[in-house]
Nanobody, 125 residues
Framework: QLQLVESGGGLVQPGGSLRLSCAAS????????IGWFRQAPGKEREGVSCISSSGRTTIYADSVKGRFTISRDTAKNTVFLQMNSLKPEDTAVYYC??????????????????WGQGTQVTVSS
C-alpha cells in the first residue's frame, strides 16, 4: 500500500510562487507514475501534470504550461510541483496520485489508484 501526503499549499498573491510536495511512503515510488490534480469549488477534478517513474516523461495541462514544473527526487521518494506566476484561477485543492506503471506518464485521473488528502492553494490579493 502506498501512502501519499501533500504539503506546501497556502495563500499567495497573484504572480507569486509555491512549491507543492508529494511524499510517498509504504513503498518506493520509483515504479509509479505520479500525477497532480486540482479541484476548485463546484468544478470537476482536473489533471495538472504527471511524471513517469523515470522522470524522463512529463505532461502538463495547457493552462499551466510554462508556469508549472513537475519533478521527482527518488532519494527522498518525493514529487514536487513548482508553481510560478500563479493566477486566481489556479485556486483549488491540489491532490497528488500514483499508479504503478513503468515508463509512462498517466494523465487520466481514472487510472490512478492511490490519492493523497489534498492541499489548499489560494491565489488572491
Amino acid at each position: 500500500q502506498l501512502q501519499l501526503v501533500e504539503s506546501g499549499g497556502g495563500l499567495v498573491q497573484p504572480g507569486g510562487s509555491l512549491r507543492l510536495s508529494c511524499a510517498a511512503s509504504g513503498h518506493s515510488s520509483d515504479y509509479y507514475s505520479i500525477g497532480w490534480f486540482r479541484q476548485a469549488p463546484g468544478k470537476e477534478r482536473e489533471g495538472v501534470s504527471c511524471i513517469s517513474s523515470s522522470g524522463r516523461t512529463t505532461i502538463y495541462a495547457d493552462s499551466v504550461k510554462g508556469r508549472f514544473t513537475i519533478s521527482r527526487d527518488t532519494a527522498k521518494n518525493t514529487v514536487f510541483l513548482q508553481m510560478n506566476s500563479l493566477k486566481p484561477e489556479d485556486t483549488a485543492v491540489y491532490y497528488c496520485a500514483a499508479v504503478r506503471v513503468k515508463g509512462m506518464c498517466v494523465s487520466e485521473k481514472g487510472q490512478y489508484v492511490y490519492w493523497g488528502q489534498g492541499t489548499q492553494v489560494t491565489v488572491s490579493s
